[in-house]
């Protein structure tokens, strides 16, 4: 089959390759045929080694399709049922998922780094996120195949994987944005764009989006911003929208430390700020310990929007069945599987405009 390859950490390039396959689904695992993907930066994160992956690798992480196999102790999934991929599994069992927080599982991250589940011409090969949604065919945990509808458009279903789930997730599960609130989105790619349509969903009455790329802007109205400013203009706004004292919530979608500052710095005494940008360990942050004690502002890591799969991709799709959700809006640009450096190129440019590329694997 067709897979877009990592050869080694640092390459700007994916290997084309046909010569590719999967290893067989063990009992508690199913074997997708691959329909769409989303291009996200951390694909290009994982290529220069910003965030930790294996190589060779098959690349990509949100993905939908269709079943073709299932493992001997899956009763759950037939083939031909339309999937949902996650780079998160939840075992179900480990300490995490018995608390409740089944988006830090580890059980299945760990199994991604030490059990290859492709072959590239006859050579082991790991799927980035334990997925490799950049191949025609993929096999993944059980719990990470989340079935939906067969009304749920394959590219719909794509993003559900990570963008919508990630930014969303981030609104409603780590934040719990309240109705009423004022909210700052710093960074209108993709994933910004859904935290823009979060907090619109959580009942937000003023969202200002944030982006030195103007020509985001628009597309950050029509997802529910109710204002747009360039980085620069962002104090002006502070002092019109909440007169000075400073948002109630501010999400940083970037991923550096001085757009998790600033995002610090626009929050009000007692708000909250959400990382959600995938940063790499050379992004450090400095606050005083006076300022962290007098302004209480509360610092909210949020990891694939706090989300447990299994029970959030189905609320997206009833959000967005409701038309609470502007999915189709946010595939930009469709490619196949042979252009997907075209894409990367594009999303390391910042020119693949303000959401999804998707790929679409026939």
């Not at 997708?32 to 080694?49: E, L, P, T, W």
């Not at 930014?167 to 599960?173: F, H, K, Q, R």
């Not at 109630?248 to 005494?269: N, P, S």
């Not at 694939?304 to 999915?327: Q, T």
């Amino acid at each position: 089959m067709k897979a877009a390859v990592l050869k080694q950490i640092g390459d700007d390039k994916l290997d084309i390759r046909t010569d590719a396959a999967t290893t067989g689904p063990g009992p508690e695992e199913v074997r997708v045929r691959i329909r769409a993907s989303g291009i996200c930066h951390s694909d290009v994160s994982a290529m220069n080694g910003s965030l930790p992956t294996m190589a060779p690798g098959v690349m990509g992480h949100e993905g939908a399709g269709e079943v073709l196999e299932t493992g001997s102790a899956v009763t759950d999934l037939d083939p031909g049922d339309r999937v949902v991929i996650s780079f998160v599994p939840p075992c179900g069992g480990c300490p995490h998922c018995l608390r409740g927080q089944p988006n830090l599982c580890e059980v299945h991250t760990v199994a991604a780094f030490t059990s290859p589940r492709f072959e590239v011409g006859e050579e082991p090969a790991f799927g980035f996120g334990g997925c490799g949604t950049f191949a025609e065919e993929v096999v993944v945990p059980r719990s990470g195949a989340i079935k939906v509808d067969d009304e749920v458009p394959f590219e719909v279903g794509a993003l559900l994987g990570c963008g919508v789930l990630t930014g969303v997730g981030a609104v409603i599960n780590t934040a719990a944005v309240e109705p009423g609130s004022t909210v700052a989105v710093i960074g209108c790619g993709g994933v910004g764009i859904s935290v823009i349509q979060g907090a619109r969903l959580a009942g937000a009455t003023r969202i200002v989006a944030v982006d030195p790329d103007t020509d985001k802007h628009a597309s950050a109205r029509r997802f529910g911003a109710t204002h747009v400013t360039t980085p620069d203009g962002l104090q002006e706004l502070n002092d019109s929208v909440t007169s000075g004292s400073g948002f109630d919530y501010a999400f940083e979608v970037v991923g550096l430390a001085a757009t998790i500052r600033t995002a610090y710095d626009a929050t009000r005494r007692g708000g909250s700020v959400v990382v959600v940008g995938a940063g790499g360990p050379e992004q450090k942050i400095e606050f005083t310990a006076q300022e962290l004690f007098i302004t209480e502002r509360k610092i909210l890591p949020s990891f694939y929007g706090s989300a447990d799969p299994r029970r959030d991709v189905g609320r997206m799709v009833e959000f967005w069945r409701a038309g609470l959700l502007d999915l189709e809006g946010m595939v930009s640009t469709r490619m196949s599987l042979d252009d997907v450096n075209a894409g990367l190129d594009a999303l390391k440019d910042g020119t693949n405009g303000v959401v999804r590329q998707i790929v679409t694997v026939d």
